[in-house]
């Protein structure tokens, strides 16, 4: 439920206003993402697109940055969803650009606890990464990875 509450916080509010070309609102933007992270000890960047059917499961330490995901994820703690070389804030980016380091993440997902997922990369729907992995490369749909880095495991039946 609380992962509900601050999706729609980030959604409604800060995003808005850390978008916001307005002079003071991108500020206000900023303190109110960095208030979120110090109550729900979870940061979602305001350039993430995270549906509501996504379940955090423990809800801690979960990193989210501009991501793309799909519907009905699962989520476990200490999870970093993010871009794998460091932002050069002498050159900023457009949205798009920003936007086009981070990972796509399916839908049906489930994402283990301690695990990075980093780079343009794409975890295909209905597959699984182990606690644990670090993700660098494409992850095919319906298959189950794990590792450092991660590698298939096997693949997943479809049901008929």
Known sequence: MLEKIHLFLTKAVVRPLY????????????????????????????????????????????????????????????????????????????VEEKTSQFPVIGSNVIIGANVCILGPIKIGSNSIIGAGSVVLKDVEPHSIYAGVPAKKIKDIQQKE
């Not at 499961?57 to 070389?85: F, L, Q, S």
């Open 19 to 94: 978008l916001s070309k307005i002079p003071g609102f991108h500020f206000i933007g900023k303190v109110l993402r960095e208030f979120f992270l110090f109550v729900f000890k979870c940061d979602i960047s305001p350039y993430a697109e995270v549906p509501y059917s996504t379940k955090m499961a423990h809800y801690t330490g979960i990193i989210i940055g501009a991501c793309k995901m799909g519907e009905n994820c699962i989520i476990r703690p200490n999870v970093v969803i993010g871009r794998k070389d460091v932002e050069d804030y002498a050159h900023p980016e457009t």
